[in-house]
């Protein structure tokens, strides 16, 4: 998998809900509109605004920018798709009233946003950034055309279902409907993180469209995960979609695996706690991770580790820095003792991570934050948010990311003179950005009584059908 994108997400302050403002650029009635603090205290705005135009100038329609050379990549992850990093920002310039920037995405959507295409896409990538950000935008908006393309593109991805077991394929053509692993994948297998993390999306997906066809296929795979025995409680990260089993007995909390577990608790959350199974998976997961995979470092650091057929491996990558925010995010809603023991662990992954950023020559913010998976996003939790924003600089990421034509990822963070990588992520526009302005803004802006962010931090709310009345046109 892209490693650097397989992000878990995020945990986030109690209250937020968003703001209106800017000349009739309102939020819609019943969404949780509030007046916020001037938006020119938080920074995300103007980075924001600064990443989005030297994307428009230099690279609108590509799928990214590369900020050095001043041009547009399209790579080769999203099948002949287009126009990622407009898709990803759409809702991040609408929460921060970035008004002309948010029509100038619109308009793209309208008139140059193509599905007719054919490529090898990521149905994973596809899933979370396109349908994500086009769903999101659709509920904060009401805005018919975020609606149609999302169901439009969702109907081409089914084809990628139809295997012995109904776990979908990793790649798919979405022109023609075939699908098929990975090649690097063992043995043809699915990877945990991606046929994982769907079920948010498809359940919006079914609830718009009025077609069961998407919840059943998410389901279907909860059905296939609750047959197959789990060595020691564990999942691990490959999966045959052909027999049901798994392919080798390799558990990570980081990439392979990560947002499976996100996706659990936030299906609960989404359901307005009524998806018992979902809880429950949860649950039963975090208990193995605990009992099996929780460990400390002689200097006394809290890591997770992985698991390769009954035997440790001691190291936590980066990815797994995302499961401090979601421990937490789970203790939030459990009591007693499990609610005091989860909130300290998630304290002590969180204080090893910012430890391990900290160490580095150039901030977190230089390599955690542009993945999405820097310990900032425990911020939901009382106990660790002094912890979370101290591992997190806006100042950092413009010392050390911006270049004269955007924001670029940096290739060893370990040095203070860095070699940028020429490539401003779209995830940096829908991520890094917009929980930058939602943790250092003063005032509430989403509400986690009404939405759960999706794991390229894509809000898609709870209280689904009253929202989509009052978004109607």
Request: glycine share 10%; net charge negative; aromatic share 10%.
């Given at each position: 998998c892209q490693h650097s994108i397989l992000q878990g997400a995020l945990a986030k302050p109690e209250g937020f809900t968003t703001k209106g403002g800017l000349g009739g650029f309102h939020a819609l009635p019943g969404s949780g509109v509030s007046a916020g603090p001037p938006k020119e205290l938080c920074p995300g705005p103007s980075m924001m605004k600064f990443a989005w135009d030297n994307y428009k100038q230099y690279a609108l329609g590509k799928n990214e920018l590369r900020p050095l050379t001043k041009n547009g990549h399209i790579g080769n992850m999203f099948g002949g798709l287009r126009g990622a990093t407009v898709i990803d920002a759409l809702d991040t310039l609408y929460i921060m009233e970035l008004e002309e920037e948010f029509q100038e995405a619109k308009q793209w959507v309208e008139k140059s946003f193509d599905l007719n295409v054919n490529?090898?896409?990521?149905?994973?990538?596809?899933?979370?950034?396109?349908?994500?950000?086009?769903?999101?935008?659709?509920?904060?908006?009401?805005?018919?055309?975020?609606?149609?393309?999302?169901?439009?593109?969702?109907?081409?991805?089914?084809?990628?279902?139809?295997?012995?077991?109904?776990?979908?394929?990793?790649?798919?053509?979405?022109?023609?409907?075939?699908?098929?692993?990975?090649?690097?994948?063992?043995?043809?297998?699915?990877?945990?993180?991606?046929?994982?993390?769907?079920?948010?999306?498809?359940?919006?997906?079914?609830?718009?469209?009025?077609?069961?066809?998407?919840?059943?296929?998410?389901?279907?795979?909860?059905?296939?995960?609750?047959?197959?025995?789990?060595?020691?409680?564990?999942?691990?990260?490959?999966?045959?979609?052909?027999?049901?089993?798994?392919?080798?007995?390799?558990?990570?909390?980081?990439?392979?695996?990560?947002?499976?577990?996100?996706?659990?608790?936030?299906?609960?959350?989404?359901?307005?706690?009524?998806?018992?199974?979902?809880?429950?998976?949860?649950?039963?997961?975090?208990?193995?991770?605990?009992?099996?995979?929780?460990?400390?470092?002689?200097?006394?650091?809290?890591?997770?580790?992985?698991?390769?057929?009954?035997?440790?491996?001691?190291?936590?990558?980066?990815?797994?820095?995302?499961?401090?925010?979601?421990?937490a995010l789970g203790a939030q809603h459990s009591t007693g003792d499990r609610r005091q023991r989860h909130m300290e662990l998630a304290a002590e992954i969180t204080s090893t991570c910012h430890e391990s950023y900290t160490r580095s020559g150039t901030c977190p913010a230089a390599n955690g934050a542009f993945s999405g998976s820097s310990p900032l996003w425990i911020f939901a939790s009382p106990h660790t948010a002094g912890v979370a924003e101290g591992s997190l600089s806006p100042q950092a990421l413009e010392k050390y990311c911006r270049v004269e034509a955007g924001f670029s990822g940096i290739r060893d963070v370990y040095t203070t003179t860095p070699t940028h990588d020429n490539m401003q992520q779209s995830f940096f526009l829908a991520e890094t950005l917009k929980y930058l302005y939602l943790l250092f803004c003063e005032d509430d802006v989403l509400s986690l009584e009404d939405w759960v962010f999706n794991t390229e931090a894509h809000p898609l709310p709870i209280n689904h059908t009253d929202l989509r009345a009052a978004g109607q046109p």
């Amino acid at each position: 998998c892209q490693h650097s994108i397989l992000q878990g997400a995020l945990a986030k302050p109690e209250g937020f809900t968003t703001k209106g403002g800017l000349g009739g650029f309102h939020a819609l009635p019943g969404s949780g509109v509030s007046a916020g603090p001037p938006k020119e205290l938080c920074p995300g705005p103007s980075m924001m605004k600064f990443a989005w135009d030297n994307y428009k100038q230099y690279a609108l329609g590509k799928n990214e920018l590369r900020p050095l050379t001043k041009n547009g990549h399209i790579g080769n992850m999203f099948g002949g798709l287009r126009g990622a990093t407009v898709i990803d920002a759409l809702d991040t310039l609408y929460i921060m009233e970035l008004e002309e920037e948010f029509q100038e995405a619109k308009q793209w959507v309208e008139k140059s946003f193509d599905l007719n295409v054919n490529g090898e896409a990521s149905l994973f990538e596809v899933n979370i950034r396109y349908i994500g950000g086009l769903l999101a935008t659709y509920y904060l908006t009401g805005e018919e055309v975020f609606k149609s393309k999302a169901l439009e593109l969702g109907e081409k991805l089914l084809p990628a279902f139809n295997t012995p077991t109904g776990i979908p394929r990793g790649v798919i053509n979405l022109g023609s409907g075939m699908s098929w692993s990975w090649g690097w994948a063992s043995a043809g297998s699915s990877i945990l993180a991606e046929f994982g993390t769907l079920h948010l999306e498809f359940l919006h997906l079914s609830e718009l469209s009025g077609n069961p066809v998407f919840a059943e296929k998410v389901r279907n795979i909860r059905r296939v995960l609750s047959r197959v025995e789990k060595p020691q409680g564990l999942y691990p990260n490959f999966l045959s979609p052909v027999t049901g089993s798994w392919v080798q007995h390799h558990v990570s909390i980081g990439g392979l695996g990560d947002s499976f577990y996100e996706y659990l608790i936030k299906s609960w959350l989404m359901s307005d706690k009524k998806d018992s199974e979902a809880k429950k998976m949860y649950d039963d997961a975090l208990e193995a991770i605990e009992k099996h995979l929780v460990k400390k470092s002689a200097g006394g650091l809290t890591y997770i580790a992985e698991w390769r057929g009954g035997i440790l491996d001691h190291k936590m990558g980066h990815l797994a820095c995302f499961s401090g925010g979601m421990i937490a995010l789970g203790a939030q809603h459990s009591t007693g003792d499990r609610r005091q023991r989860h909130m300290e662990l998630a304290a002590e992954i969180t204080s090893t991570c910012h430890e391990s950023y900290t160490r580095s020559g150039t901030c977190p913010a230089a390599n955690g934050a542009f993945s999405g998976s820097s310990p900032l996003w425990i911020f939901a939790s009382p106990h660790t948010a002094g912890v979370a924003e101290g591992s997190l600089s806006p100042q950092a990421l413009e010392k050390y990311c911006r270049v004269e034509a955007g924001f670029s990822g940096i290739r060893d963070v370990y040095t203070t003179t860095p070699t940028h990588d020429n490539m401003q992520q779209s995830f940096f526009l829908a991520e890094t950005l917009k929980y930058l302005y939602l943790l250092f803004c003063e005032d509430d802006v989403l509400s986690l009584e009404d939405w759960v962010f999706n794991t390229e931090a894509h809000p898609l709310p709870i209280n689904h059908t009253d929202l989509r009345a009052a978004g109607q046109p």
